[in-house]
């Protein structure tokens, strides 16, 4: 995206912009908590208006379509770079790839932006990023942004797009407790358990921390799963026994990596392992954990050895890379 800013001709205007909620980063996540948010905030009838920003405009576009489609009164139009949508929005949710594409979009996009509107307007501007991403680069984006008068705290999600699409995320927050009183009216209305984890950065370390140990988590499963099937026992039962004991765990009882391991359940694995949280986001998030605890000299025996195996499935087994990470069970079945 490269810095432009036209006139929105659209029924959405600068005047509306204390109504207004932006959304930029319309991922399997950011798709999803959008629509949710934007849905029960124009069912609250008080008059809001929406907008969404992409990387990929036609994204932007059909979102707008389907929404508009669902709910024929809405005020929504798609802003072209984050700098036109920071202009149009007060509240503004962030939801991206990780630590280079929150720097661009905040760097050369959304503080140009918040530098041109009037004082009073920056510091009614309010941002919530759910990126995961580096806890350093966060607090220094946070920084940047308070600098012009606007106000942001980090909040990373927890459930995958399953609890996106049904409004049940955890949101982990992190920044101060008036901003996160300030975020709670939105947060609620795309998670049911909000946590303020601490400072700005807090929510992020949080994050990391339990991503660690569901990357190994998912590796261990798999690997459970597997032999006790080589040692012919039936998916279903073996997965019964572990969820009703000590092996028990999100991984196992949610995500397992074999069909028909739970009946009655769909987890990606039901679907070729698509729709879920994919194999390459968790190797970006392993290599959060390890780059993190090299710098507090923190010891990660087995999250240094989960990223070696997730690294290994992106490069040996491409095709894997965009489906749900509990398809490690495929890779390790082919060893």
């Known amino acids: 995206m490269r810095p432009s800013l036209r006139a929105l001709q659209s029924t959405i205007n600068a005047a509306s912009r204390p109504k207004t909620t932006g959304f930029i980063g319309l991922g399997r996540m950011g798709y999803q908590m959008a629509y949710n948010l934007f849905s029960k905030l124009h069912r609250q009838g008080d008059g809001s208006h929406f907008v969404v920003c992409d990387a990929n405009p036609e994204t932007a576009k059909l979102f707008c379509t389907n929404f508009m489609s669902a709910h024929p009164n809405a005020v929504i139009d798609f802003a072209e770079n984050p700098e036109h949508a920071t202009m149009m929005s007060n509240r503004i949710v962030t ?33 919530i990023d759910s990126t995961t991403l580096d806890v350093d680069i966060a607090r220094e984006v946070a920084s940047d942004v308070k600098q012009t008068g606007a106000q942001m705290i980090d909040a990373p999600v927890s459930g995958g797009v399953t609890g996106a699409t049904a409004g049940t995320l955890s949101f982990l927050v992190g920044g101060t407790e008036e901003d996160f009183k300030l975020a709670l009216p939105i947060l609620t209305l795309m998670g049911q358990r909000i946590i303020h984890c601490g400072p700005s950065g807090a929510g992020l370390a949080a994050k990391i921390c339990n991503n660690l140990i569901l990357g190994v988590e998912q590796i261990v499963v798999a690997e459970a799963m597997l032999l006790g099937q080589r040692l012919g026992l039936n998916p ?12 028990a765990c999100w991984s196992s009882f949610v995500n397992n990596p074999v069909p028909s391991a ?4 769909t987890p990606p694995c039901e679907r070729n392992y698509e729709g879920g949280f994919a194999t390459s986001l968790m190797l970006k998030d392993m290599g959060l954990a390890s780059h993190t605890a090299q710098q507090r000299h923190s010891p990660l025996p ?5 990223k070696d195996i997730y690294s290994r499935i992106v490069q040996e087994r491409p095709e894997l890379s965009k489906k749900d990470f509990s398809s490690v069970y495929k890779f390790l079945e082919g060893q």
């Open 95 to 127: 939801m991206l790839p990780s630590s280079p594409e929150v720097k661009n979009v905040y760097s050369d996009f959304v503080i140009p932006a918040l530098r041109k509107l009037s004082v009073s307007a920056s510091k009614e501007t309010f941002f």
């Open 262 to 265: 739970l009946p009655g359940k």
């Open 302 to 306: 087995l999250a240094e050895a989960a």
């Open 236 to 247: 279903a039962i073996l997965a019964s026994v572990i969820n009703s004991s000590t092996g």
